[in-house]
């Protein structure tokens, strides 16, 4: 009697709480493998990342969706870890009970990846080049071996096994979660159901990796980058911070950053002395540096790499692979992206069976990130896709 | 007689010349001012520049065709110096006899601008950091004047003033010449008769204006760069010809990209070694080195910070300035261009007179660099704007 009554209150004070803040609450848990072996060979014990979940998980457990995350994403995709936190996971607006993912219905889960940027943030967790190598007792760094996006799928794979999780309803990821998601379809035809590339593309060609390597040149020519090995002297802040900067840049349509960003013409130094710095460039960087806190310059690089690298499969013959999904599958590239073009999107949908796999564009003025910001505006497509 | 004889000669050589290549043979000049003030009111003496000339002015100088140069580019705009001459100049396509830029009707004329890029190619005349400053009998380095789009038209107009040239039948501009040519449109109304704007804009908004900060950095992040005091050690040749490899990557589009460049997929090395670069990133540093051999890596920050200071009349409303232009204008922006969007000239276009103003597109795989490449789309509607 006691019992229910607290489960009854303990229920209703948890409805009462969604009611008044319309979100849910969400616990980071951790997840550990003791020995893991990358797609090219090498060892990593243990390999420790973070996860969350969202809604409930069936008797059968055939009502999971997976969320991989973007490049400078978590596994954070929806609710707050406390009601107090200023902001809720990235794709909250889709993610939540009666949302177009409904976590009435399904399971969602999300797992950081390796060398997540954000290895710094207490709510991410994490393996890569700055965390510890207890062989060593030091930091990885530059030892910790090239991984891939099919190493990501790995990982979050042996969590789902773990589970006893063998079916997903969906996977859905953004722009380099949309790599994860693709893989995974390719890897475990029979696993897969739905797979939403999100933001995305199954290969990086030339133009995109050389894009990419730009990131990593403010990293590589900071001194104090000290060829990877600066964990006993502090981060290449300078350089990081760079970098950075450039991803926000590479991520927004022109619309969106000028929206945000001091128009030229209102400086009036930079007309006066060949040195001095438009104001758009330096808030641009002191909104990098912000968000630079919380990462390490390394694993940017790394994350670099492993999208530099990901076509579906890891072969020689992507379209090859892509032609074997099984998943029916929805691409939603944004009409204005400029770092993973729409042309992707449909490259990447073309070489699969038509009737398996359909194609919508995410307006806006954010060009990339309205795959995150503006993902409501395809709200209903996804809802539709997954029922 | 014998002058009658010798004349029809030449002319009958000129002209069999021209049916034997289908190329100008063009000169380059010199043109001096001992004294220029620029915009920002500094002196620099004096201010040498390189031009050169395809056509014949006529009686009352009412048939000149200004063409003003891009970023990288030079006066060279037709024809050849030397029938030896690996390629022609960058418009030769539209720019000769019979052409949309017709030379047995018009002037044909271009000038080097202040700062030129490539000040190291023989056949180029320019003033700026990497020239001598008599005063000193040393490089001006960064004492050089911060130079305007303004200040590159106001030595144009010297020359043109020094020929006798008082009206223009036509500015024609691609790119940064987009910019020059809308300032002479702006400054001069009374004196341009019609205006065409390639791959161009009349203003850099903060997005343009950090993307061409972001081909500065490499420069300045060069230890060998040593705050611009570098001509007596060399050039930082590291950051220059990575500058040069972005300016190159931005200005094409994908598709031409990847045509030139290896794909990522047939690297193996950067699978197993995170330093290991991409076969494209080294292709294209490597032709960057080579474009770079001529270029100087101040005049290439002056450059970047001419361009980014724009924005027609040089004031705080460029719309207002723009409305005031009195020359028939065509804007032909690059359908693929993701440097100077075609919503650049789009926005440019809608504060001028629509009697005044016509819009057409590049097609093309190259994006910004269809505007260069692929002009020849657009020959007919170039020729029947000018006649």
Redo the contacts between chains.
Sequence with gaps: MLKTLLMCLCVLLYSQHLLATDTLLVKKQAFEIAEFTT??GKTISPVRVGWEAYGHLNADKSNAILITHFFSGTSHAAGKYQPSDPATGYWDAIIGPGKAIDTNKFYVISVDTLVNANVFDPNVITTGPATINPATGKPWG?T?P?V?IADFVEVQRHLLDSLGITQLHAVIGASMGSFQAIEWAVRYPERVKRLIPVIGTA?????????L??WA??IK??PAWRN?NYYDYGQPLHGLR?AVA?IT?DA?Y?TA??AR??????DVA??????A??S??QE?MAQAQTRAAVQDANHI??LI?AS??Y?AGMG?N?QQALSQVKAKTLFLPATGD?LL?P?MSQRSAAVMPPPTVSYAEIPGDFGHLDGIVNISAVAEQIALFLN
Tied chains: 1, 2.
Excluded: K, M
């Design positions: 797609q090219n530059l910790f090239v891939t290969y990086l060609d030339a133009w995109a990796a050389v894009r390597e730009r040149y403010p020519q900071d990877g760079t450039y840049q927004l022109p950053f000028n960003f001091s128009e030229p013409a209102d930079p007309h006066q002395d060949i040195l710095p438009f758009a460039w641009l690089l790394y790499r530099q690298l076509r020689d992507w400029q073009l042309t």
